[in-house]
């Protein structure tokens, strides 16, 4: 392994760890929203830094900053604590497709990066809340009481999906133009 080759590893690495200290630290700024069953949903700032993350460093790395940042997060919250293993799997996809889409497949262009939002965003919708209706199913409720918490967590998920998608494809370029200037991102 070069020099070069190992200061990038070490580079990406560090990157990885501030932007999933960026995603911890951004699930704080939220507003909690109730819901039926005893259930909690929160409209947050955490998923513009995951699809950030994404979009920014790439699929994988981005996945981890994301799943790592949000996982930690859950861990340190008693409400989320067991939800933890399957919120680093979700927001993983989510900054996954975000950087799948914007970066790689698109180089980064902004309509490139709307749309790998979109779908990272769609592909974690729909996995939070097939995970809801099951945890509720499997803990007696009958599925037609799931609705109204389904339904609320649509809600609070769609916003928080259009909040990370209109800040983070700006806020995308201007991170890697920094990054860039810095010598700390060539790509």
């Known amino acids: 392994m070069s020099v070069n080759s190992r200061k990038n590893s070490i580079y990406r690495i560090a990157l990885v760890g501030v932007f999933g200290a960026l995603v911890f630290v951004s699930n704080y700024l939220s507003v909690p929203i109730p819901v039926a069953i005893g259930d909690v949903s929160r409209i947050h700032l955490g998923n513009i830094f995951c699809l950030l993350s994404?979009?920014?460093?790439?699929?994988?790395?981005?996945?981890?900053?994301?799943?790592?940042?949000?996982?930690?997060y859950d861990l340190t919250n008693p409400a989320y604590i067991t939800s933890a293993p399957f919120t680093f799997a979700f927001k993983f996809v989510m900054a996954f497709l975000a950087g799948l889409i914007g970066k790689k497949m698109g180089k980064g262009k902004p309509v490139y990066n709307v749309c790998g939002g979109f779908v990272g965003e769609v592909a974690y919708i729909i996995l939070y809340l097939a995970r809801s209706f099951i945890k509720g199913v499997l803990a007696g409720s009958a599925p037609e009481a799931m609705v109204p918490t389904i339904i609320t967590k649509l809600g609070t998920s769609s916003i928080n999906a259009v909040i990370a998608i209109v800040c983070a494809v700006p806020l995308t370029a201007v991170v890697l133009l920094a990054l860039k200037k810095s010598r700390l991102m060539d790509e």
């Open 54 to 72: 994404g979009m920014v460093l790439g699929p994988v790395s981005g996945g981890l900053a994301a799943g790592i940042g949000s996982g930690l």
